[in-house]
Every structure is written in C-alpha cells, then in structure tokens.
C-alpha cells in the first residue's frame, strides 16, 4: 500500500508519536500487533504490510480525502 506524502503525514498526525521510529528514508510505526514500515518511494511512502484491518480502513479514509 502507498500513500502520498500529504496522506502519509495526515496518518502520523493521528497516532502517537511516540509509537514511532524515523530513519532517513523510513519511518516504522511500532504497535501491538507488529511494527509496520513505510519507505519512501519517490513521491509515495509504501509499506508491504498486508492491507487489512484498520490499516486498510484508514487508507480507505485518506484517499476519499
């Protein structure tokens, strides 16, 4: 799953940030379940994380943004 820059930061002003760890290029989102990466992908920040559960349910919410 991608998403744009400005969706992307749209999704990280809604958690914690203490939840995450930044690195140049990456950014992991820790949670309960598992840590999710995002990598920066030209204008796209992409994660291989399966789409699923609230994670594809907030990506359905920013894009009708």
């Known amino acids: 799953m ?5 969706a992307f930061g749209l999704f990280l002003s809604i958690i914690s940030l ?5 690195e ?3 950014v992991t989102v820790h949670t309960s379940d ?8 030209g204008a796209l920040w ?3 994380a399966p789409d699923g ?8 919410a920013v894009t009708r943004i």
């Open 53 to 60: 559960g609230t994670l594809a349910m907030l990506d359905d």
């Open 24 to 26: 140049q290029g990456l």
């Open 18 to 22: 203490q939840n995450v760890s930044v």
């Open 34 to 41: 598992r840590d999710v990466t995002w990598m920066a992908t």
């Open 46 to 48: 992409c994660t291989t």
């Open 2 to 6: 991608c998403l744009t820059a400005e």
